[in-house]
């Protein structure tokens, strides 16, 4: 969770702290030692070794459609390019560019799911193409054979000689794991700067309240249940064996708070769950975002500010809402998703020189479009804010969205609000019925 001040320090040992972060707070894979490497691989990289965590993956067809359209549906953009595919897995990406025409596909895979990788493309018969490379993409050196028209200097560490670097590396809520470090990494690297293409090429972070009251509710009541059973624990240990324990109630109610109702849950929401419309907390730019901004949402960057208008049950004579957004209530939360495009270079160093994307394709892990295995993430409040017929609750506040210090491809997110309520006909700052006092909680997203 993110620190709040503390004035007692806890007494520390010299045993060594397993933290999954380098010294300098960055991944591993870039400058951790072989501790911060173990580690990493033991909290992230092992279960993408494991062939059900990629059927998950690939079953996935919303995911999968978009990428195959990206690709197969801009042949002519791959036809003898080369190609680096960060995170290959079982390598399907790297097959279609091949498919797609690629000249030579780099594979790169960190983990031992490259010895399937392998068979996959010579199963498919595009092995004389792809070039599997297993290790961490921050230190592959590409093969100097493969780049004749370099001189033997450039050639000892081939550079900007890549067209194009297609990845699948969206986390929950996009930047959850962390991933887009690498891949900044590789393109700072690899990628031709003025004609080369990222696929996806743009993202988005959306952010919306939600009613989601029966899952809430299951979350609250685990939490009660829990604090129960601790209660009867502590009586029976003190009737039974002497001893008291209630010294250690308000340290087991954080425990269970930060699990049962500070943590984000996974979710699939159905469409009519988002209460008014989203807002964007967060654009990037593949082709030209930095690695500051792939760390998060800080207070008071562009988007981190919302303000939603929550429309309370106005039903006509009839019996039927007046518009789409009005509902019975009450607001359960906040969920958060993204979408992921796959289009031309917009930015200006390269918009005029890069390849156009003539078929885009775009994907979309929000509730409108059905299952994806990211679904949203929902941060359900402890409390839930009643919705009142013909007013319009009005929320105002910030998202912050920062990376664990024990743990680099974790994230928490701080979300703080204030509520009023005004009659529905009035507008947006007209007199207000009623003000409540400013909420912040911080999610663990885990």
């Keep these: 969770m993110m620190d709040e001040d503390n004035n007692e320090k806890p007494l520390t040992t010299a045993l060594p702290q397993f933290i999954n972060a380098s010294e300098t707070g960055e991944i591993p894979s870039f400058n951790g030692d072989e501790k911060a490497k173990a580690t990493d691989f033991a909290n992230y990289f092992c279960s993408y070794a494991q062939l059900y965590h990629q059927k998950q993956m690939l079953v996935d067809h919303n995911r999968m459609a978009a990428y195959h359209s990206a690709i197969m549906g801009n042949a002519n953009v791959f036809k003898d390019k080369v190609v680096m595919d960060v995170g290959t897995g079982s390598g399907i990406l790297a097959v279609w560019a091949a498919q797609a025409g690629a000249r030579r596909v780099y594979a790169v895979e960190y983990t031992d799911m490259a010895k399937y990788a392998k068979k996959i493309m010579e199963k498919n018969n595009v092995a004389d193409i792809v070039t599997v490379i297993q290790g961490a993409v921050e230190d592959v050196v590409l093969p100097a054979e493969d780049f004749p028209d370099l001189t033997e200097a450039e050639r000892a560490d081939p550079t900007e000689c890549v067209d194009i670097i297609i990845s699948e590396w969206m986390g929950y809520f996009l930047l959850r794991e962390s991933m887009l470090d690498s891949l900044i990494r590789a393109r700072d690297k690899f990628l031709k700067p003025s004609t080369g293409l990222m696929l996806p090429s743009h993202t988005t972070m959306f952010f919306a309240p939600v009613h989601d009251e029966e899952e809430r509710k299951v979350s609250v009541s ?45 979710s699939e ?5 988002i209460i008014a419309p989203a807002t964007i907390v967060k654009s990037l730019d593949m082709a030209t975002c930095t690695i500051a901004q792939a760390r998060g949402i800080a207070m008071g960057d562009e988007g981190s500010r919302f303000e939603f208008n929550v429309i309370g049950p106005d039903r006509s004579p009839g019996g039927a809402p007046v518009n789409n957004w009005s509902i019975d209530g009450p607001i359960s939360g906040f969920a958060g998703w993204f979408t992921a495009d796959f289009k031309s270079r917009t930015d200006e160093f390269a918009r005029d020189t890069a390849p156009a994307i003539d078929n885009p394709a775009v994907l979309s892990t929000g509730p409108e479009n059905g299952y994806t295995h990211w679904g949203q993430q929902v941060f359900h409040l402890p409390s839930s804010i009643p919705l009142i017929a013909g007013e319009t609750t009005l929320l105002e506040g910030d ?10 491809r974790l994230y928490n997110c701080r979300i703080s609000f204030t509520s009023t309520r005004r009659k529905s006909t009035e507008k947006v700052g007209g007199r207000i019925l009623m003000k409540g006092g400013k909420i912040e909680h911080v999610y663990q997203i885990p």
């Design 399 to 408: 998202v912050e969205m920062m990376r664990s210090k024990e743990n680099s």
């Design 222 to 266: 685990e939490y009660t249940r829990t604090m129960g059973e601790w209660n009867e624990f502590v009586e029976t240990t003190s009737s039974t064996y002497g001893v008291d324990m209630s010294v250690l109630g308000e340290d087991f109610d954080r425990e269970q708070k930060e699990y049962y109702l500070l943590s984000s849950r996974w």
């Design 269 to 273: 929401l159905m469409p009519d769950a």
